[in-house]
């Protein structure tokens, strides 16, 4: 399928209100399709541009690691949003509303359940088939001015799996390729109706409606876990919680002292999901 016909087969899978919202930017290779998007964001772009690319030649990752996405059989794509009227601290709520709108795709596609792993991760199978990263720009005043979330599945495994390096924690939400390829679009446009929907809705209310089901779907609630901080401290907790305002409600082990994160890098104890 190429690029002309990928947009159409999406668009056919839209609604009106989505058709008219959404416009298409289908590469064949990007560096990132974060770093796409933004460049058309930086030229003055409407938001609701939507980047897609083939394969991503230096996917990014949260706090400075790179995403494998060199494979065909990812889905890797960048959705330019304007959220001018947020405060800066809502954006997470664009990052958790994005996994739940993967989750929900996927499983409408008919894969196994999928989870997420706070903040940004979502797991199937116990192995990691998606990252979303949420990158914002913001005015002199501080103002949020413009959002690029990009997101990227692993829709199928890569010829000869996974580098060995990644092997125990990637999967991929479909068992092959072909399959994957029967829903590639069907993924995409399942994914931004509902992040869409629930976008306005933040802008609306300041909620996107899917937080109660982001708590449902964390891994982590209950389990004991290693955060890692901004500054690289490192230190063990039990999260006992996720917020309505999607951040992560921990107890630290050392002092039993209770916190609640806005950010923060968090590793699971043995990395059994």
């Not at 964001?41 to 609701?48: L, V, Y």
């Not at 795709?105 to 997420?116: K, V």
């Not at 991760?121 to 990263?133: E, P």
């Amino acid at each position: 399928m190429n690029r002309s016909e990928f947009e159409t087969a999406v668009r056919a899978r839209l609604s009106d209100e989505s058709n008219s919202f959404f416009r298409f930017l289908c590469l064949e290779e990007t560096d990132s399709t974060n770093n796409s998007a933004a460049a058309e964001a930086a030229a003055g772009t409407a938001e609701g541009l939507v980047v897609v690319a083939g394969k991503q030649t230096a996917g990014k990752g949260s706090r400075g690691r790179s995403f494998l996405s060199a494979s065909p059989r990812g889905l890797y794509f960048s959705v330019v949003l304007r959220p001018e009227k947020l405060p800066p601290p809502s954006a997470v709520k664009i990052t958790a509303a994005a996994g739940v709108c993967v989750c929900n795709a996927l499983e409408r596609c008919g894969t196994p359940p999928a989870f997420i792993k706070w903040v940004n991760d979502v797991y199937m199978n116990g192995k990691k088939i998606c990252g979303i990263l949420t990158e914002g720009s913001f005015s002199a005043d501080g103002r949020l001015q413009t959002v690029i979330c990009g997101i990227g599945i692993n829709l199928a495994a890569p010829d000869g799996g996974f580098p060995p390096e990644i092997a125990a924690t990637a999967g991929a939400a479909f068992a092959t390729a072909d399959e994957a390829e029967r829903q590639r679009a069907a993924v995409l446009a399942a994914t931004l109706e509902s992040l869409r929907t629930q976008y306005l809705s933040l802008q609306r209310t300041g909620k996107t409606g899917s937080e109660e089901e982001y708590r449902r779907r964390s891994l982590l609630i209950g389990r004991t876990v290693t955060v890692t901080r901004q500054n690289g401290t490192a230190e063990t907790a039990t999260v006992t919680d996720i917020d309505t305002e999607c951040r992560l409600c921990v107890r630290w082990k050392a002092t039993g002292l209770e916190e609640t994160l806005i950010g923060g890098d968090v590793t699971l104890h043995g990395n059994r999901f």
